[in-house]
């Protein structure tokens, strides 16, 4: 029996959640053998190449040109797609990688379910990559944590030690590392899966035609979530508290800038985020973005609650918008930044929205307008361009 794309699952005799949260996430890279029993691939070659030509997919060919990615002495190069001939790169030694599959190909979708021991909003994206027999990245070291499943074909995995290794870029947008030494080693075959978490060096080379999907994960650094706490400050004239002198503790000399001083601005930002609204301002935010801004496409006029049922029957189907991002915080929706007040209605459009794969059916919609922040919710979704018809 092959595995159901539509509902993909990880084998509960190889893959424990909750002991993999406990002894393997964020700790250490590890295979799971057959953790998707039968697997079946959520998409061919061919539909990989035609989902990379299209206007706004990023995609990416990587090419070593010695044709394998084993050889030290090897010639890498990268090309930005769309690429339109994938004959020139030959038989062997080169790799298509397509960034964020899931926002494009609604199938791909379904395999991240697979991963909802965690967060939804800690996934960033589904990668897939096809590799020719000797095709790889190269060594190198990825920020984020990632599962890799093995589709059609079979890749062998190294994974080495965490450390400080020279990097080395062939390319300005390919980034890998000196010295990478395997301390694992393993050949994964369809429906094998290796975790591999932030920060450990890994490179994949495949042995035969291969498809592999990664699933990667999001995590905000501590410049990204201050950055969105400045934005946030200045557009809404928040954190105006200013510096004070210490009238006991003044410099020395008037051209020191003294110790007593870099404290009390030490003190002043931490106090900013004693604001516990602000913080969930600012991580609603962030988690509710796609770090990918989905494409809106913004109605001919605009609707409000009053309108916003007939704009529902104008059309059997509405859509959402690519890459469309919502979070449920206490009591409010939150989409790509924007606040929506919650009740049952509202949360029920959220679960058909955000479960959509494709087209919603208006008449699901309209089931669950009879509130006036549900005709809110969906008003502003249509107004901010994230649902359309
Ligand atoms: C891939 O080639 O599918 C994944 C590349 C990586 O991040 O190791
Ligand atoms: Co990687």
Redesign the pocket.
Known sequence: VKSDPDNYQLSSDVFDAQAFLTNVWQKKACVFRGAFKNFCDPLTPDELAGIASEAGVDSRV?TCASGDANNKALNWDLQHGPVDDYDQFGSTGW?L?VQAVNEHFSPAQSLLRAFRFLPDWRIDDL???F?APG???GP?I?QYD?F?IQGEGR?R?QTGAPGNYAATCPHPDLKQIEGFSAITDDVLEPGDMIY?PAGVP???I?IDHSL???V?FRAPSQAELLSALADYALEHDALQKRYTDDTSDLPAEPWLLHEGAVQRCKTLLLEALDDEQLLLQICAKVFSTNPRPPLPEWPEEPVNENTVNEWLAQSEFVYKAIGLRMIVVDGFVVCQGHWFASDTNVLNLFHIINDAEDGIESAQLAKNMSTKKARAFIAGLINEGLVFN
Request: aromatic letters at 8%.
């Open positions: 990587i790799t990688l990668m897939v990559s590799s095709g790889g990245v190198h990825d990632v890799i890749r995995w591999i890994h490179n994949g495949s592999n999907y990664s990667g």
